[in-house]
């Protein structure tokens, strides 16, 4: 017996299972997955704390040392010279949505290992949206420690127009989302947990100091013609410009660009590497 | 040596299936139907390493079946194929009918599984963790409030339901994550090695109880273990040796076929000289 209105059906003792590809189970499952990250990120108040105090500690120390070395002349977005910390605050809030990115790959490559990514690999719905809502699931965490971050740092003065917190979010959506898949692609990489402390000195520092989150680009060009390069070419660099704009109400159409291009890129790569007919999971044994 | 092959099943009288979605093969009538996990020239590699070496072998509804092997027979390997973590390149696996590589939503949304790693999250409740099952299995609220009632009452937990899982015994885990892997109403169960790390009281009740599913709800289960004790006497037993099915049938039947006194005997008798010879 089927009921296609409710999008179940009948099998073996009248035990009722919910048909695997009904439009509500997708939901259902995009909702438990978030459910799940966002109880795991509350319980874990050690993560919670360690996500603020990284960019406060930027923001207290870092900056305030920095401004009276290091002054920023009039550059899109704003509209006259800006302290330091105005300047820094974009980056921090983009080097938050790094953390977590490569937080979440931590744990992904941690719950392969301890099998609990099992549980959701071999759950029905296909692997490309148990990937993408499991990443969805930690941008919205990521957001959240954004926001938090940009209430605490209007104590040092640095406010952005109200509407600039509206128009951000779509930003930090874009910017966490192509972060995210980053994650995942190296997680799908990463054989071991051992190994992750090559991605923080790998991709994190290297990912978050050649780019514009801590210094305007003329300025690094003024230092390094191929450093400008580097930083220039750097996708965290279009996610913090792409960050920067939108909380002072602009668009940057290369920095969204960009930041689409490797999301896409990012995320089909991730996609492939956890295929079970051809990713690198499978060739490799997994956790075996 | 194979001993036997299945035998045709009094174990599903009466349990045809009423109805499939229009899936592949999911509305054949019987017998087809009603084999429970069906495996067909099953191999698989691992770069040039043969971890899996033409694996065939069938289990029906209502049977408790054990996967018997020691320490890298290929247990998880073929665990890993049947819940699609690595999809297979040769041979068939068919769930109720269904080949997962063509349907794989509707085959693993027919089976549950309980893996030898502890799979559960220390730091959600008992509960949550059953409701985040849930939802990747599509449930609906109504429905999971009274199946989490319910699987928690079957495993002995209803009053640690609000618990971390941090605060519960190894062998409560392992009751929770059974309790989970029936939470959408499988008919398939399979369970890798999921008496590892239990004491004798704790492997006890995990025994008893998933025989009393197969006899009471007619689940057919697939049971991982190296351990021959856990082999009853009204148990199928696929012996996997390197790869490679040694003997699958009934215990009298794999018994009888090696010419040894008892199931433990027959096991030695068929790992041992494949031991020797390499």
Redesign the interface.
């Known amino acids: 017996?089927?009921d296609a209105a409710a999008g179940r059906?009948?099998?073996?003792?009248?035990?009722?299972?919910?048909?695997?590809?009904?439009a509500?189970?997708?939901f259902?499952?995009l909702?438990?997955?978030v459910?799940?990250e966002w109880?795991?990120f509350l319980?874990?108040r050690g993560r919670f704390l360690s996500a603020l105090v990284r960019p406060l500690v930027w923001l207290g120390i870092f900056a305030a040392g920095f401004r009276f070395t290091l002054g920023v002349s009039i550059i899109p977005p704003y509209e006259t010279y800006v302290p330091y910390e105005v300047y820094v605050v974009p980056g921090l809030a983009a080097m938050i949505q790094l953390f977590n990115g490569m937080q979440s790959s931590l744990s992904m490559v941690y719950d392969r290992e301890?099998?609990?990514m099992?549980?959701?690999?071999?759950?029905?719905?296909?692997r490309w949206y148990?990937l993408s809502a499991k990443l969805l699931a930690g941008v919205a965490v990521s957001i959240l420690q954004v926001y938090a971050f940009l209430a605490i740092a209007r104590l040092w003065e640095v406010e952005a127009p109200w509407y600039g917190y509206v128009a951000v979010l779509p930003a930090l959506l874009l910017a966490g989302t192509m972060l995210g898949a980053l994650g995942l692609l190296l997680s799908s990489t990463i054989r071991q947990l051992e190994n992750f402390a090559g991605v923080m000195n790998f991709v994190i520092f290297p990912m978050f100091f050649a780019s514009s989150a801590l210094y305007p680009l003329w300025r690094v060009k003024e230092a390094s013609l191929w450093l400008w390069y580097v930083c220039a070419l750097n996708p965290f660099t279009h996610a913090v410009e792409l960050i920067r704009f939108a909380l002072y109400g602009r668009f940057d159409p290369t920095s969204a660009a960009v930041v689409l291009g490797c999301l896409v890129v990012f995320m089909a790569l991730a996609i492939w590497g956890y295929?079970?007919?051809r990713g690198l999971?499978?060739?490799?044994?997994?956790?075996? | 040596m194979t001993s036997s092959v299945e035998a045709p099943g009094e174990e599903h009288r009466g349990h045809r299936r009423r109805a499939e979605p229009d899936r592949s093969r999911a509305a054949s009538p019987a017998p087809e139907a009603e084999i429970a996990l069906e495996v067909a020239g099953l191999s698989h590699f691992y770069g040039v390493r043969r971890a899996l070496d033409d694996v065939s072998f069938a289990i029906r509804p209502g049977g408790f079946n054990v996967l018997l092997g020691l320490n890298g027979a290929g247990k998880s390997t073929l665990f890993s194929l049947v819940t699609r973590l690595y999809a297979h390149r040769s041979g068939t696996i068919r769930v109720f009918g269904v080949p997962l590589d063509r349907d794989p939503a509707a085959a693993l949304s027919r089976m549950g599984v309980v893996f030898q790693q502890p799979t559960l999250d220390l730091d959600l409740t008992v509960e949550e963790n059953l409701r985040y099952h849930a939802a990747l299995h599509g449930l609906s609220r109504a429905e999971v409030r009274t199946r989490i009632a319910a699987g928690l009452e079957r495993v002995a937990l209803s009053d640690r339901r609000r618990d971390r899982v941090r605060a519960l015994s190894g062998g409560q885990r392992r009751r929770v994550e059974i309790a989970r892997a029936l939470l959408h109403e499988p008919r398939l169960l399979l369970l890798d090695e999921p008496t590892v790390g239990l004491d004798v009281a704790g492997r006890q009740f995990l025994l008893d109880h998933v025989r009393g599913l197969c006899r009471e709800q007619r689940i057919a289960v697939l049971w991982a273990t190296h351990l021959i004790d856990e082999v009853g006497s009204d148990a199928r037993v696929i012996v996997l040796h390197h790869g490679r099915v040694m003997a699958h049938g009934t215990v009298d039947e794999v018994v009888g076929a090696t010419g040894t006194p008892s199931i433990r005997a027959a096991f030695d008798s068929l790992v041992t000289p494949a031991e020797s010879g390499r």
């Open positions: 017996m089927t059906v009948l099998i073996g003792h009248g035990a009722e299972t919910a048909s695997p590809l009904g509500r189970h997708y259902r499952c909702e438990g997955i459910r799940r109880l795991r319980r874990q301890m099998g609990s099992r549980v959701l690999l071999t759950s029905p719905l296909p148990l295929d079970p007919a999971v499978a060739r490799r044994g997994g956790s075996e």
